[in-house]
């Protein structure tokens, strides 16, 4: 039993006794109403449950029905919700009909560059600013980012521009600082399967960014989703940034057929990073406008103003010159497949 259907005359007194007996048996509900039904997500191990128990549930007041869901993962699922999470930031809408732009360097290196990029990308139509304080590097001596300081200057782009923050966290011991300075957490690649980290953030009220890890199936990545949504935060948006494959010509496969399936899979939002998938600037634009048409709500597109000295991806920024011809290319396509940008 993972899901109770409710009948549409349920009353609050009825939903509160099916949640004490779900309580009983050691399990957690989340209600969901949707336009059309309430459902309770049942939360917890429901393996456990009995046949007779799941029967004995059918027969209480308020309830309709009750289903399993074969998938591992439920409060993702679409089995769950039907309709598209849309998740609101500071006016800003991810998951509806316009199609939202995150852009900024790599890492924050420093204030003028931080305020350079933000001013240049909102003027080209960016809707968010992205720049790592924290910076998950292969190696332990390359440049490691700025940490607070970084965030301030973030923060301060911000304040600027009116953008909202995007910003990866790596370490559970900085959630109270990134809380402060960001508006949506990004999960990078590298701690997708960070379950400590991600029932973290899955216990805080701000939006987070959970990318695909460089080798993890569609289905690990919405485990790893359904950790943070199972804690209470179901505002969850997945960004497809390349796999891992034997091809050598891209830094990584940009998996671009996971946005149709996972459109099919989940109501969650999903967007696309193809600075990260593909690794050259100058394959940069072609995958962003191929992301677009497959139906992705939203791109993460690395800038820089100078790349040549960026310390770190540099290979994979794009110039503010062509992040902006980018973004007036990227109209005809959003339109054609119904969507604004
Ligand atoms: C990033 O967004 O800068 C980043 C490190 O990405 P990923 O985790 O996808 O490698
Ligand atoms: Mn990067």
Redesign the pocket.
Known sequence: MDIIVLTRDASKKDIKHIVKKLEGWGLKAHISHGTERTLIGVIGDTSKITEDEENAVRAIRGVEDVMRILKPYKLASREFKAQNTVIKIKGKIIGGKKIQVIAGP?AVENKTMMMNIATKVKSSGASFIRG?AF??RTSPYAFQGLGEEGLRYLAEASRKTGLPVVT?IMDPRDLDVMLKYSDII?I???NMQNFRLLLEVGMCNKPVLL?RGLSATIKEWLMAAEYIMSKGNQQVILCE?GIRTFETETRNTLDLSAVPVLKQKTHLPVIV?PS?GVGKWGLVSPMAKAAVAAGADGL?IEVHTNPEEAVS?GEQSLKPEAFKKLMSELKPIARAVGRDI
């Open positions: 790599c790592g910076k998950p990866e990004q990078g690649a590298r990318k940034r990073d990260h993460l991806d």
